[in-house]
Each structure stands twice: as structure tokens, then as C-alpha cells.
């Protein structure tokens, strides 16, 4: 038996540069206050916020979200990385999601998940080095109808076998939900204007196709 040693070394958080959130997200967050009880109840909706304006949420913005709540930064941090959902290092551009519950690995995710690896030419929580993609698996994507299924930021696709892997990397509108979603937690436009400004593109070449015209794989239902 041997003890293993945990890194107790606290986080150095930066102080000297300018803040994170910019003014446009700190007015996002703020706009829920009203519907909560207490600031505490907005750090959710805010760490969404967050997420979606930066792409992840760093130390120094889990400070300033603690300010903007008054709250500790611990408790932001005991958040933060409870959740899968929120990155404290830089992601991909689109997160792959691979299942690896009970009934997507009965179905083959084993298979599919090795061929992403493969793929990709990286491992569980890495990222490609032209920053595309990241792949992770989760529990449950609840799609087990419809097993194996693979998440790729918001849009599930089902019953992905090995063979249709290189056909879902190709497709540019493989992350992109073929329906109007809600803006409750989106980034305010300017501040996302950059990273959506090359996906608008994408949306307008994408509405009003049919599937096979998006070079969907085919919904088995
Ligand atoms: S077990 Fe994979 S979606 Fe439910």
C-alpha cells in the first residue's frame, strides 16, 4: 500500500491585469438578480454566462463572479468544478460528448468512443491542436432509445456507429441544433460576436435545408 500525495498548493490567481468579465457579461448576470431570492441563487446562471462569453471560466473570472455575488471565490471554485459543464482551461471549439453509460456501451460506445480517439488523435479530456475539438465521455445523455449516442455541444446524434465517425467530423453543422434555441443564458452578441461571427455564417448556409442537405446522419426514428 502506498499513500498517495494530493497537491495542496493553492491557486495563484492573477490581480495585475485587467478584469475578465467585461461589462456587457457583468449586465447579463446582473439581470437575473431579479428573479432569484439571493445573489447566492444567480451563480449558476452566472457561471453560464460566463462560460459561454470566455469559453471557459478562468480563476480570475470565479473571483470576480464571487464579487459580483458576494460570495467566497471557494465557493464559485466548489462550483465550478463540481459540474462537468464548466471548463476552467480552454476547450475545443466543440466538445465531443461521448456516452459511456450502460446502455450505450451495450449498443457499441466502446467502439465508437476508440474511433473517435482515433480519429481525432487525441484522449478523454484533450484537445486537438488546431483547438477544434475536445472529447470527453459523461453518463447518461439520455438518449438511450437511441443508442450509442454522442454529444457535440448541444446537438445529440443517435445511433452513431464506428463507420459513421468520419462523416460526423466532417460535418461543419455537426454541433448545431436544427431549431431555435433559447437565449436565456447566451452571451450578450457583442461580446460573442467574434467567436459566433464564422458560426453565423454556418447558421444562415444551414437554415432552411433539409437534413441530408446538412449531411446529417439520419434520424433511425
Ligand atoms: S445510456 Fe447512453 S444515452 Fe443513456
Not at 449586465?27 to 453560464?48: M, N, W
Not at 460528448?97 to 488523435?121: P, W, Y
Not at 453543422?173 to 452578441?189: C, G, M, V
Amino acid at each position: 500500500m502506498s499513500w498517495k500525495t494530493l497537491e495542496r498548493t493553492p491557486p495563484v490567481v492573477p490581480t495585475d491585469g485587467p478584469p475578465v468579465l467585461c461589462e456587457e457579461v457583468r449586465e447579463k448576470i446582473r439581470s437575473f438578480f431579479d428573479r432569484y431570492e439571493t445573489k447566492r441563487a444567480v451563480l449558476l446562471p452566472a457561471l453560464h454566462v460566463v462560460q459561454d462569453a470566455l469559453g471557459h471560466v478562468p480563476l480570475a473570472a470565479m473571483v470576480e463572479i464571487a464579487d459580483l455575488l458576494d460570495l467566497h471565490p471557494s465557493d464559485v471554485l466548489d462550483t465550478v468544478s463540481f459540474y462537468t459543464h464548466f471548463w476552467t482551461k480552454p476547450k475545443g471549439d466543440k466538445v465531443i460528448v461521448a456516452c459511456r453509460s450502460i446502455s450505450c456501451e451495450i449498443m457499441g460506445s466502446t467502439d465508437v468512443l476508440n474511433e473517435l480517439k482515433r480519429q481525432l488523435g487525441i484522449g478523454e479530456h484533450e484537445t486537438t491542436p488546431d483547438g477544434k475539438y475536445s472529447l470527453v465521455t459523461e453518463e447518461c445523455l439520455a438518449g438511450c432509445d437511441y443508442a450509442p449516442c454522442v454529444l457535440i455541444n448541444e446537438r445529440l446524434h443517435r445511433r452513431v456507429k464506428p463507420q459513421n465517425v468520419a462523416k460526423l467530423l466532417a460535418d461543419e453543422q455537426n454541433d448545431r441544433i436544427p431549431y431555435e434555441r433559447s437565449d436565456l443564458f447566451d452571451a450578450p452578441r457583442a461580446v460573442a460576436a467574434d467567436r459566433e461571427s464564422s458560426g453565423s455564417a454556418k447558421d444562415a448556409a444551414g437554415n432552411g435545408q433539409s437534413a441530408s442537405q446538412r449531411n446529417e446522419i439520419p434520424d433511425p426514428s
